[in-house]
């Protein structure tokens, strides 16, 4: 009888630590930080935005360019996808991606794009890729308007 009633009391004790075990690695909150840079230097005041599962968050970048965007680990728990998109004062934008790692945290760096390409008379534009969408555009424009003269 008394095997019996320890072999009961083992199996009740399992059974109540082995979840509260469980539960206790789980982190309540997902973080994800970073720092947004521009040529290697941190950037102030930018906007980022993290998606995670649909879910989205945003933050302005601190001094030293850094960012912090929390969500809870129902939203996006651990190994669910990230997407860091940085957008600067100026208009200019980085983005960049990872992987919510099993502690709850994603730390992601974000650097800015800020491209300058040479069109032939028309100087220099500056800026992300639609910059270069929209100065191609202009380019094929002008091209026109030069035919029709």
């Known amino acids: 009888m008394k095997k019996v009633l320890l072999t009961v009391l083992a199996t009740i004790g399992v059974a109540i630590l082995l979840p509260a075990t469980a539960f206790a690695a789980q982190p309540a909150v997902t973080d994800v930080t970073g720092v947004v840079s521009d040529a ?16 989205k968050g945003t933050d302005h970048t601190d001094k030293t360019g850094s960012y912090r965007v929390q969500f809870t680990a129902k939203k996006c728990p651990a190994g669910s996808s990230v997407v860091v998109t ?5 208009g200019l934008n980085g983005t960049g991606s990872g992987t919510v790692s099993p502690d ?11 491209v300058t390409v040479g069109l032939p008379e028309m ?16 380019f094929v424009t002008r091209r026109r308007n030069l035919a029709k003269e």
């Open 40 to 55: 290697g230097n941190p950037v102030a005041g930018a906007k980022v935005t993290v998606t995670c599962n649909s879910y």
């Open 123 to 138: 100087g220099a534009v500056t800026g992300s890729a639609a910059a270069l969408a929209a100065g191609g555009a202009f």
């Open 86 to 90: 940085a957008t600067t004062k100026s």
């Open 104 to 114: 709850g945290s994603a730390k992601l760096n974000v650097a800015i794009v800020n």
